[in-house]
């Protein structure tokens, strides 16, 4: 426990150095009751602003800068006709790629009143992100924040906007967001992917042929909802366990809820409430699954303050992680504390574990590199030695693993940003408001930027030397900037741990019994068909 200590005496005196500092920031930027949150404007398509100069003419270029009205893209009606009629929600990263194929790099499409830009080129998504202020909007939040005032319940990082997230980010980024800081969480994490080995001989030694496990994404989901409960609750929830406690069941139910009625959810955010009394469903699931996800954080919020009030009415001293920090520093109210860990937990679980399922079916198909992956495992650890935080720097192809795995099958095949003030990119201006989706997965596809895209080849990511640089936009599987993924090193430090122990302990093939694996949308990027994979004992 005493790192943990540590880190909480650390925190404290951190957290509260950037308190001020953020405070002038926010003074700097004129940063007022920011209007993010609000509904967006209807945008007007044809209009420049009267007094707008586009920034190459203010730099005596010669340009003409083109209005949205020009921009081109699909028809209302094909769009219509391609997600309701040709199931086109679960092929958005398909789409992404004809469209921008077909219209370009930058396209327009509408749904109902709603209009989105989307850009597909590495370039421009760096422009735009680069270009963000000090809180920046990534979608509207409104059916998030409708039933979070109808409970009563706050916003939490996903949900929140402005000077609310701000103030919650600056608290989290102190505690999670570099290596290091979750570097102290290696045993945890290292004490679960004990169980996930335990669980891998258990599962296989069900089958016939004694080594394959079914459909891993199954193991490999009860294992992130474990890894990042370790690290968030400070507790363990026993999901690798035969027998999964009642609480972490409902959870898990709540958690299935959610994204099986990915479609209805989204359409609870997009139904007008008038016609709520008609079309009841979406709104009733979605409020179903959020009551199942708060309730499940409360109850393990709660136990660790009444275990920590225990301590302090008999003298005893306040040791802790996160959670702890959360709940003695009290930078947070505990209503938000409540919403931080259940918005946390839900975009901890799924992200993770596809993307280790996809992973390890990329190093089934490909003996070649999982034995490279595999030497450069044993010569760094052997076959026996678990590998710690401190080790990761140096398998560089197990870190190459993992990102060459984002870059063919980005977990958010899309992500999106409301522009805060009026944009000109690729040569058209984009007004204050617009709804922007930056095309991951067709940027990381790009062949321009990654040659033989299609390709898996950990080893594109190994630095060859310190001027060597690997890092690029077209592959920004966390995001990018102040508004970036919050739980990457989490996430990062549950699949390292797990991958590179997994390699040296098995040989991973793929099943007989699985047919070709494709990529599904499904909200995120999941396989679209069970993974079943042997794990052969090296040994
Ligand atoms: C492979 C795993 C993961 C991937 C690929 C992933 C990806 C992302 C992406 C693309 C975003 C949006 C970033 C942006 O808008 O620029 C995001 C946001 C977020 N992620 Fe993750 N994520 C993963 C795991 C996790 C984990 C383990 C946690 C929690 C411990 C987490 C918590 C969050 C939160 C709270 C946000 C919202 C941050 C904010 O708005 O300030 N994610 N994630």
Not at 180 to 186: L, P
Not at 219 to 244: H, N, P, T, W
Not at 256 to 261: A, E, K, N, Y
Not at 370 to 396: A, K, N, Y
Request: net charge neutral; aromatic share 8%.
């Amino acid at each position: 426990m005493a790192p943990f200590k540590k880190m909480l005496h650390l925190c404290i005196r951190r957290v509260s150095r950037e308190a001020e500092s953020r405070y002038f920031l926010l003074q700097a930027a004129g940063f007022h009751k920011h209007s993010a949150s609000q509904s967006l404007p209807a945008v007007e398509e044809n209009v420049l602003p009267k007094n707008f100069i586009p920034p190459a003419a203010a730099a005596g270029k010669d340009t003409k800068v083109k209005t949205l009205k020009e921009m081109p893209g699909p028809s209302t009606l094909s769009n219509i006709i391609e997600f309701f009629y040709k199931d086109g929600f679960s092929r958005i990263h398909e789409i992404q790629l004809e469209h921008s194929q077909k219209y370009g790099k930058i396209f327009k499409s509408r749904f109902g009143p709603q209009l989105v830009v989307s850009i597909a080129d590495r370039d421009m998504v760096a422009e735009v992100l680069r270009a963000e202020g000090v809180a920046p909007q990534r979608a509207n939040m409104e059916s998030w924040k409708e039933y979070r005032d109808m409970r009563g319940r706050a916003t939490g990082l996903i949900s929140a906007e402005g000077e609310e997230w701000l103030k919650m980010r600056s608290v989290l980024r102190q505690l999670i967001l570099r290596p290091r800081d979750v570097a102290v969480f290696s045993d945890d994490i290292n004490g679960v992917v004990a169980d996930l080995l335990s669980r891998v001989h258990v599962l296989r030694s069900r089958q016939p042929d004694g080594v394959t496990v079914l459909n891993v994404n199954d193991l490999f989901f009860k294992y992130a909802m474990e890894g990042v409960a370790v690290i968030l609750y400070e507790s363990r929830l026993g999901c690798l366990q035969e027998d999964i406690p009642r609480q972490s069941q409902e959870y898990i139910a709540a958690l299935h809820l959610m994204f099986s009625s990915f479609k209805t959810s989204m359409y609870a955010g997009a139904i007008p409430k008038w016609l709520r009394p008609i079309i009841p469903k979406p709104w009733k699931e979605f409020c179903h699954s959020w009551d199942g996800l708060f309730k499940f954080s409360q109850i393990h919020v709660d136990k660790k303050l009444s275990e920590i009030q225990d301590r302090l009415a008999t003298g005893q001293e306040v040791k802790g992680g996160l959670l702890t920090y959360l709940l003695v520093s009290k930078e947070m109210t505990l209503e938000e504390i409540y919403a931080n860990m259940t918005e946390m937990l839900l975009a901890g679980v799924d992200t993770t574990s596809f993307t280790l399922s996809w992973s390890i079916y990329l190093l089934a198909l490909h003996p070649e590199v999982q034995q490279q992956v595999f030497e450069e495992v044993q010569r760094t650890l052997g076959t026996e030695q678990v590998p710690v935080s401190e080790d990761i720097p140096r398998m560089p192809l197990i870190r190459g693993l993992v990102k060459e795995t984002l870059r063919l099958f980005p977990v958010l095949p899309g992500n999106g940003r409301i522009t805060q003030s009026d944009l000109v990119v690729g040569g058209y201006l984009i007004p204050a408001g617009t709804q922007l989706a930056l095309c991951h997965y067709s940027t990381s596809h790009d062949e321009e930027t990654f040659q033989g895209a299609t390709e898996f080849r950990p080893e594109r990511w190994v630095r060859k030397d310190a001027t060597d640089r690997v890092d690029n936009f077209g592959s920004i599987p966390f995001g990018y900037g102040i508004r970036s993924c919050i739980g990457r090193r989490v996430a990062e430090l549950e699949m390292y741990l797990a991958l590179t122990q997994l390699i040296q302990k098995f040989r991973i093939e793929v099943s007989p019994q699985t047919q070709p694996v494709r990529a599904k949308t499904h909200g995120l990027l999941t396989p679209g068909a069970p993974v079943n994979v042997k794990f052969v004992d090296r040994q």
